[in-house]
């Protein structure tokens, strides 16, 4: 069998197998999830060794009208060149090390066994994004990653947050999927197919009429929704801070590293129709630059760790969304990459961190842990440094290659993004001083002691990509980078982290609580507030509309209206029975009269 | 070429009906035969569908005799892949319902839902106008018996609006069915279809009674009876307090199968008879279908009762087809839009399955849910059943991913190739409708929310999970829902061919 289904279908058998047969035992079914997810990484390794590998060796035909003379076959089939082999890589790499994390950290879990097959289903789901090589296999896997993200938030089902978080999730990513699914038909008309490599071919004909133009710009920008949607731009964000009501190790896998980023993967995977459309690439760079900055600013004010790190994948998403917008696709897969490895480890080191205070969250109640966690402490410092982009970390590269796109773009673009970097550096400063410096805040920060090994094992494993994973040495095996120019721009950038360590520590050394307090970005920019009022009340307005159209208007007004008429009719009518056969006689009799009445004399 | 096989297969659950009648009222013997007869329908349908000829296509199994020769009405069958789909789904869901019954197996019940599955199947696969019509209205008798079955004051209330909303629509249809015989001397649908085909119906009529617009008021009539049955919103009214007052199984039958007659209709009847009446009123007819479909989500998602919810997403998905069917006809012919058209007629025929089976399932569930909560079926008076009723959350949630078309599952299929056909040929009315999809998925995970995660509602602090029985009643359902959705070629290749045919 050919690597790639075994790729594909290795984590669907694991999921397959633990929800129908071994849910009673937990330790097994993890073990199958961890097996699987091992096998795919072999094989995934295998694929990337193999360079004479051949895409498409085998299609499934999933819909097939062709008996009927018409040219509609929809395959499931696979694309394997250089970008699918890295992204094969880094999914199913984090993947293992996360699958590992989460034995430790889901030890005692009730509900282990679903989760393993929560797990297994993501993997499948991702995998099979990554393989897609049309558009509707992709739109089949992009809804499967959201349900298996829907099921993964809620895992801890009982509780109120995490229940409401999931249907946040699911219902936003609908919205954007919407958008995507439009976009795919308008694709689909102008190009008559679906398939990457048809549509490549037929595009140039099209383009060379201007007035596909417009037409192009909103088939990109509907394609862009299910990025929005999927990878939580602005002004569908909201749902991936509340994702953190999931357990930790998915927060690390699906809403940082891999699942998120898969709109970005999209974008670039369907680049060649992006970059026909000049007005959707400025959509695309606007919305990018707006949630990496805005995000940022939000990331500075929250207490939560888990949020802190939420808001930051967001504005790195942000980053990335906006390479793709001034026209760096391989700027945009090149910072994924690098942040899928840093966000893990980050991820994960924060869940250690919540577990070794007892399942705290909050960093004010935290403190002192550079002494109790020191693996935590050095790899956490890794993740914390390629995330600022510091020089010599593997952040500093991919974050430049954007920033440098950016400035040959547009200098408000560039000063946006800029800005971002020293917020960044600020946020994870101040998260990072008030985490593992000054003194214990809690008895639970106080008593805390150092993980187990599976969990401090992939958190080492995580902190060598972390470091290397932007070297041009290394990066060049897994992705083309873009040119590398003299710029100034690694130069400023790396001031402005500097600027933000600095007045990090200089703010919140030594603090025991928040000595600034900005409401505007500690409440979000008041987005949930705003979008209850709005999306909700509207629909339930509209929903008490229809109620009452249903009830009163159609039902009394009009049918009650004609059916009272009905027996108002036969109200009257039944005065005319009378039951009185002499009345009756008399009035046939008359009846007969005027019959010969109107014959004789009205000839 | 007379054979009796589609007569034969029409009669079993009468004689299951009659032979029911008869048995000692012993509740599981009455069961026992019930479903034994439910079932031998079914292995009967599987073996016609096999013997089918998909290659060929067209009708098969053809039988046509004199029947009142004074009047030219003929006994007239057959079958093509639109009839075997449709004969499929009620060989599918009258079992599932008989299952579902299960205390309620009296033999009144049991006798009457095996004449309500004659009836069906002899409406799908009349040819002849008459007796069409007799198996349609027919229908009715059971189903109004059947839906004032709890014998309350509402139920037979919506049981009585049911029955004269239908019988009003059906006059208006078999008006215009007259005044067609009056202008051609035909009840046969297939002769008629010729004749709209080559274009000469409209004549007909026209000519017969001197008067143009007389087409326009004999498909006003056709329309308004089947629009009734679907039902098209604005005439849906009596469709959600049928299926709420109704016992649960009833209502499995009620938007399961008794709804895929109006769509039928609109394939057999109204597409093929008025192909360009409907192509001219085509502004109209999608306006209808889009009403049904923003209506019905936005309907659904203001209800506080897990069956109206239910009731008025079925309005909601039932819309799709109409989305499809009318945009179908408004393509008009072009060999261009050939492919596209393919593509919403197998995404209607697909739909029609895939919602029968789906919202049977789901009000299944309820009615699980109802025998565990003594009739209460609030959106609001559940929370957290999961963690007692993992089983049941598991698989209603499937229906319900199913009901809102998540790809894997049948749901996905037959929406995506509607609006992958209808979006190609009538682009503004198929983004509109698209907006149902997001609505159906805000209440139904509403509902899941509601219902079964969250902290658990103390109130609920013993529900049992679904018993073996009750698994094995709703497990076949699932796995064809994973069945469709993972291969929807399977169910596609029966009714490809036909496809062809009932394009206009």
Not at chain 1, 260 to 269: F, T
Request: aromatic letters at 14%; proline letters at 4%; one cysteine or more.
């Amino acid at each position: 069998m050919p690597l790639p289904w075994i790729i594909l279908f290795a984590p669907l058998l694991s999921a397959a197998l633990i929800i129908l047969f071994t849910q009673r035992y937990k330790n097994l079914s993890a073990l199958i999830s961890i097996a699987a997810v091992l096998v795919s990484l072999a094989a995934s390794v295998g694929v990337f060794l193999a360079p004479e590998m051949q895409p498409a060796t085998a299609q499934l035909p999933w819909l097939d009208f062709s008996s009927l003379g018409v040219n509609f076959r929809i395959p499931i089939g696979f694309t394997l060149d250089g970008m699918s082999k890295a992204m094969l890589i880094v999914v199913t790499a984090i993947g293992a090390l996360i699958h590992i994390y989460s034995w430790g950290y889901m030890a005692d879990d009730e509900g282990k066994s679903r989760y393993f097959a929560g797990l297994s289903l993501f993997m499948f789901s991702m995998l099979g994004i990554v393989f897609a090589n049309n558009f509707l296999m992709m739109f089949i896997f992009w809804e499967l990653v959201g349900v298996s993200s829907y099921i993964l938030i809620g895992h801890w089902f009982y509780r109120k947050a995490p229940s409401f978080a999931a249907n946040k999730a699911f219902i936003c990513n609908r919205i954007g999927d919407f958008g995507f699914m439009l976009g795919i038909l308008l694709v689909w008309v102008a190009t008559k197919s679906v398939d990457f490599e048809t549509i490549k071919t037929t595009l140039p004909t099209l383009t060379a009429n201007p007035a596909f133009l417009p037409f192009a710009t909103v088939a990109v920008v509907c394609i862009f929704c299910g990025t929005i949607g999927k990878s939580a731009q602005f002004p569908l964000h909201v749902w991936l801070p509340d994702a953190m009501e999931g357990p930790t190790p998915v927060s690390a896998l699906i809403h940082a590293a891999t699942m998120v980023a898969a709109g970005v993967y999209m974008l670039a995977r369907v680049y060649f129709i992006v970059e026909t459309s000049a007005a959707a690439m400025e959509v695309i760079a606007v919305i990018g630059t707006i949630t990496a900055l805005g995000a940022a600013l939000m990331a500075t004010q929250q207490n939560d760790i888990k949020r802190v790190l939420a808001y930051s994948t967001l504005s790195q998403l942000g980053y990335m969304v906006m390479a793709v917008g001034v026209a760096s696709p391989n700027g945009a897969m090149f910072h994924l990459f690098t942040h899928a490895f840093f966000k893990a480890l980050l991820f994960l080191g924060a869940g250690s961190v919540i577990m070794a205070c007892h399942h705290e969250q909050d960093i004010w109640r935290m403190g002192g842990l550079w002494k109790k966690q020191p693996i935590t402490l050095i790899t956490f410092l890794a993740g914390t440094l390629a995330l600022m982009g510091i020089y010599g970390f593997s952040g500093f590269y991919s974050k430049d290659a954007i920033l440098i796109a950016a400035s040959e773009h547009h200098p408000v673009l560039y000063y946006c993004g800029l800005a971002a970097a020293f917020l960044t550096a600020f946020y994870m400063t101040r998260l990072f001083v008030v985490v593992f410096f000054g003194k214990a805040r809690t008895e639970a920060a106080g008593h805390a002691h150092e993980v187990s090994i599976v969990m401090w094992l992939p958190l080492v494993l995580l902190a060598i990509p972390a470091v290397v994973a932007g070297y041009p040495e290394i990066i060049h095996r897994f992705l083309p980078t873009p040119a590398h120019e003299h710029s100034m721009v690694p130069y400023i950038a790396s001031g402005m982290g500097l600027a933000g360590i600095l007045f990090g520590v200089v703010l919140y050394w030594g603090r025991a609580k928040d000595p600034i307090y900005i409401p505007l970005l500690a409440n979000k920019f008041y987005f949930d507030e705003i979008y209850a009022l709005i999306v909700w009340n509207t629909q339930d307005l509209l929903a008490r509309i229809s109620g009452f159209v249903d009830r009163w208007i159609i039902d009394t007004a009009i049918v009650r209206c004609l059916a009272s008429g009905t027996y108002g009719a036969g109200f009257i009518l039944r005065f005319l029975q009378f039951g009185n056969l002499q009345l009756y006689a008399l009035l046939f009799g008359g009846g007969v009269v005027a019959l010969f009445y109107f014959i004789l004399f009205f000839k | 070429m007379s054979n009796f096989y589609l007569t034969l297969l029409t009669f079993i659950p009468l004689a299951g009906a009659l032979l029911v009648a008869l048995l000692p009222d012993k509740r599981a013997l009455i069961r026992a035969g019930g479903l034994g007869f439910a079932f031998a329908t079914l292995a009967a349908t599987v073996a016609l569908a096999l013997q089918y000829d998909r290659a060929a296509g067209g009708l098969q199994f053809i039988e046509q005799r004199d029947w009142i020769p004074a009047l030219h009405i003929q006994y007239f069958l057959g079958a093509d892949g639109l009839s075997l789909l449709l004969l499929l789904l009620t060989c599918i869901v009258t079992p599932f319902a008989l299952l579902a019954l299960g205390e309620r197996s009296t033999k009144f019940n049991v006798t009457l839902i095996l004449l309500l599955q004659t009836t069906l199947l002899g409406t799908f696969t009349a040819l002849n106008f008459i007796h069409w019509f007799l198996y349609y209205e027919l229908s009715l008798v059971p189903a109004f018996f059947l839906i004032r079955m709890g014998g309350s004051a509402k139920a037979t209330a919506a049981a009585t609006q049911m029955f004269i909303y239908t019988l009003l629509g059906g006059f208006a249809m078999l008006l215009g069915f007259l005044a067609i015989h009056q202008a051609t001397g035909t009840f046969n649908l297939i002769d008629l279809a010729k004749l709209a085909h080559e274009n000469k119906l409209g004549h007909a009529l026209s000519a017969a009674f001197h008067w143009k617009w007389i087409s326009l008021l004999v498909f006003g009539g056709i329309f308004l009876g089947l629009a009734v049955k679907v039902p098209v919103v604005p005439f849906h009214t009596w469709l959600p307090d049928a299926y709420t007052e109704a016992p649960a199984p009833v209502s499995m039958l009620l938007t399961g199968l008794l709804s895929k007659m109006g769509v039928y209709g609109l394939l057999r009847l109204l597409l093929p008879l008025f192909p360009g009446l409907m192509f001219h009123l085509q502004k109209p007819l999608l306006a209808f279908a889009l009403v049904t479909i923003i209506f019905g989500a936005f309907a659904a998602l203001g209800q506080r009762d897990l069956k109206r919810i239910v009731a008025y997403s079925s309005i909601n998905h039932l819309g799709y087809c109409l989305l499809g069917i009318f945009a179908i006809a408004a393509a008009g012919h072009a060999s261009v839009t050939l492919g596209d058209r393919a593509a919403a007629m197998n995404g209607v025929l697909l739909q029609i399955f895939n919602h029968g089976l789906t919202a049977a399932a789901i009000f299944c569930f309820i009615g699980f849910i109802e025998t565990r909560s003594g009739g209460l079926r609030g959106l609001n008076d559940f929370g957290g059943l999961r963690t007692l009723a993992p089983v049941l959350t598991g698989l209603m949630g499937i229906s319900l991913f199913s009901s809102l078309g998540l790809p894997g599952l049948n749901g996905f299929v037959g929406e995506f190739l509607i609006f992958k056909g209808s979006f190609a040929l009538t682009p503004g009315a198929a983004a509109l409708a698209a907006i149902g999809l997001f609505i159906t998925a805000l209440f139904l995970l509403t509902m899941i929310q509601r219902v079964f995660t969250g902290p658990l509602n103390p109130r609920w602090a013993s529900f049992p999970d679904l018993s073996l029985a009750e698994r094995a009643t709703v497990a076949p359902a699932i796995a064809l829902m994973f069945a469709v959705g993972i291969c929807p070629q399977l169910l596609i290749t029966l009714f490809n061919q036909t496809v062809l045919n009932l394009l206009p």
